[in-house]
């Protein structure tokens, strides 16, 4: 069982900067597949990046790649999301979700835990 909780949500202007962080609670947070999606009014919720228990691996969806870092502190329990160059088009509730296993996906129907999301809002 695994409990999460982002923060560093906020408001932003086009081109600035903000780092999302994902506190989880349980002793194997090591072995969860860590990922962020995000979802804009209106829309369906979208893979944005995620990244491996060992940290070898990331993975990032093609709109923001080269913008977003997705990291983690194993020792902390935290998974960090530093998002660089917004855009307006980045607005949207930014969840944290967890799932079991090595295996990579971007569908967010493969992940088992989830936080309860940050807004993140870029103005132009």
């Known amino acids: 069982q695994v409990q999460l909780d982002e923060s560093g949500g906020g408001l932003v202007q086009a081109g600035g900067s903000l780092r999302l962080s994902c506190a989880a609670s349980?002793?194997?947070?090591?072995?969860?597949?860590m990922g962020w999606f995000r979802q804009a009014p209106g829309k369906e919720r979208e893979f944005v990046a995620a990244?491996?228990?060992?940290?070898?691996?990331?993975y990032y969806a093609d709109s923001v790649k080269g913008r977003f870092t997705i990291s983690r502190d194993n020792a902390k329990n935290t998974v960090y999301l530093q998002m660089n160059s917004l855009k307006p088009e980045d607005t949207a509730v930014y969840y944290c979700?967890?799932?079991?296993?090595?295996?990579?996906?971007?569908?967010?129907?493969?992940?088992?835990?989830w936080g309860q999301g940050t807004q993140v809002t870029v103005s132009s």
């Open positions: 979700a967890a799932k079991m296993g090595s295996a990579y996906y971007s569908n967010p129907s493969r992940y088992n835990y």
């Open positions: 349980g002793r194997t947070f090591s072995s969860y597949f």
């Open positions: 990244i491996s228990w060992s940290i070898s691996s990331t």
